[in-house]
């Protein structure tokens, strides 16, 4: 078995369109297994991609120009972060979410094209790939082998572990197959030539391209519909904030206004207190006075007493 076999095979099978890949994957797998059972059997472990992994698999091949523009602002990003070029870093990251943005768009046209919608969590799925691309050099050169099985997600701090997000490990580095300019992917699977044998991808003209320009009309169309209802909800949810909020900001004012007129009220009383504690003071030292008084008039008639006795 060699690696080279093993890369062509996954390299049919993972340009297929997604509903094809298990049960071409299989048939592939039994008819290998006569004359070749070590390839047979790592053919049969080839795991089916996330839908966000086939549509980035399907943008290589389809529109490896724009993949490639992404990649090459991605190299010129990490470069410029490694220099500490903050300039030239702010002007490449705004480039590289305008890029991510619009190839995304793409890739979600391209997937209609075949058959298939991207909602807006797997388009979100795909973009998050494209962008670890750009962020870490392994990632990139996972994206450009078009075998993923997994989307991808890098924050460009900490190298990011690309364990099983390829179909097959070593094929970092690996160029896939482009689509044809204008073409759509036989849903029959591999071909078979006169003998019998797999031809493998079976590339055919394209019978409708308005059909196909309407179908990618329709999924633009439908994003707008999803970014418009994403945006109705936001708007709802904000003014249930505003209203939620403005009944708080209500029930905080009235209970200010009620602590104020307690205040007030427990102000007056402690006046009312101050003037009392000030009568009750000069009571006190009056009271202490006429004690003092009387102790020294007791002691003064005790001690005529105790004369008279003696």
Partial sequence: MSDDALLEAADRLYGL???????ARDALAKELRAEDRPLSDRVKKLKKPSVAAWAVNLLVRGEPGQVDQVLTV???????????DGDELRALTRQRRQLTAAVTKQARALAAQHGQRLTGSVADQVEATLTAAMLDAGAAEAVRSGLLVTALAATGVDELDLA???????????????????????????DQDEEGAATGLHVVPDPDADTKRLAAARQELADAEDQRNRAAAAVRAAERDVEALEARSLQ???????????????????E?????LTGARSVAESARADAASADAERDRIAARVAELEG
Avoid: K
């Fill in 74 to 84: 991605g190299a010129a990003l990490r470069e410029a972060q490694a220099s500490l």
């Fill in 272 to 276: 009312d207190v101050d003037d009392q």
């Fill in 17 to 23: 369109p997604l509903p094809d890949f298990t049960p």
């Fill in 164 to 190: 099983g997000a390829m179909g097959v490990p070593e094929s970092a580095g690996f160029t896939p197959t482009p689509l044809a300019a204008g073409s759509g992917v036989d849903r029959t699977g591999a």
């Fill in 252 to 270: 905080v004012q009235s209970e200010i206004d009620e602590l104020r007129r307690r205040l007030g009220e427990l102000e007056d009383t402690a």
